[in-house]
């Protein structure tokens, strides 16, 4: 079954604005992590914060993560028609020795030019 | 360097014949993940390998999904007669050690008819 839910499910938005996402999850975790899927391919990491960590930069991508509400965000600022994909934050829960991934059930993005 | 392949891409089984799926995961990593999509969803996790040691098989649906990866390398994803509800998107990922970032190959779309 899936850790949490992301929100919203779909989103679209013109080129040049920023989207954000959120996801929320259900047990501790050791980390959170955000994927990028596209359309018939794999999953692409993107980033990774960790639990001890509030706020996290990549380039145009800017995660949070609120471990007393267990939520995360995802911003991704002045977007292409490129970053059009499904996003999925996964968490890992630990307590395995490896990286278990729960997935959430992912939002998908739609960039228009 | 190449990334994690998978063979076949798309595979179209009938109802009660048996399917294997490849991983080929990125020359010399530890870790090998297997991960079923249903459309719309966001993976789950179905095995897991640490070289030719499979650690955890918690999310294999049932007996008829069967995962080995006998050399440390390539894994063979093997699913006795099918059923409609295995149709999906079987994921494999690799990464160098335990805890690291997980490398997504393109995936296998089953169809079972």
């Known amino acids: 079954s899936q850790q949490g839910e992301e929100d919203p499910q779909a989103l679209s938005i013109q080129e040049g604005e920023n989207a954000t996402m959120n996801c929320s999850y259900k047990?501790?975790?050791?980390?959170l992590q955000w994927y990028r899927q596209n359309s018939g391919r794999g999953l692409v990491h993107l980033i990774l914060?960790?639990?001890?960590?509030r706020e996290k930069h990549s380039g145009r991508l800017r995660v949070t993560l609120d471990t007393s509400k267990k939520s995360s965000s995802l911003l991704i600022t002045a977007s292409r028609a490129a970053d059009t994909a499904s996003y999925f934050c996964?968490?890992?829960?630990?307590?395995?020795?490896?990286?278990?991934?729960?997935f959430g059930t992912g939002t998908r993005l739609l960039v228009s030019p | 360097g190449a990334g994690v392949s998978q063979s076949p891409r798309y595979k179209v089984a009938k109802r009660g014949q048996d399917v294997a799926l490849r991983c080929d995961p990125i020359?010399?990593?530890?870790?090998l993940f297997w991960y079923q999509q249903a459309l719309g969803q966001g993976p789950e996790f179905l095995t897991y390998?640490?070289?030719?040691?499979?650690?955890?098989k918690s999310g294999l649906p049932s007996d008829r999904f069967f995962a080995e990866r006998p050399e440390g390398s390539v894994s063979t994803l093997k699913i006795q007669r099918t059923q409609q509800e295995d149709s999906a998107v079987y994921l494999c990922a690799s990464s160098p050690l335990t805890v690291d970032t997980q490398y997504f190959g393109p995936g296998t779309r089953l169809t079972v008819l």
């Open positions: 914060i960790r639990s001890n960590e």
């Open positions: 047990t501790s975790i050791n980390n």
């Open positions: 390998f640490q070289n030719e040691a499979q650690l955890d």
């Open positions: 020359s010399g990593h530890v870790s």
């Open positions: 996964a968490t890992d829960a630990g307590n395995t020795g490896f990286q278990k991934l729960v």
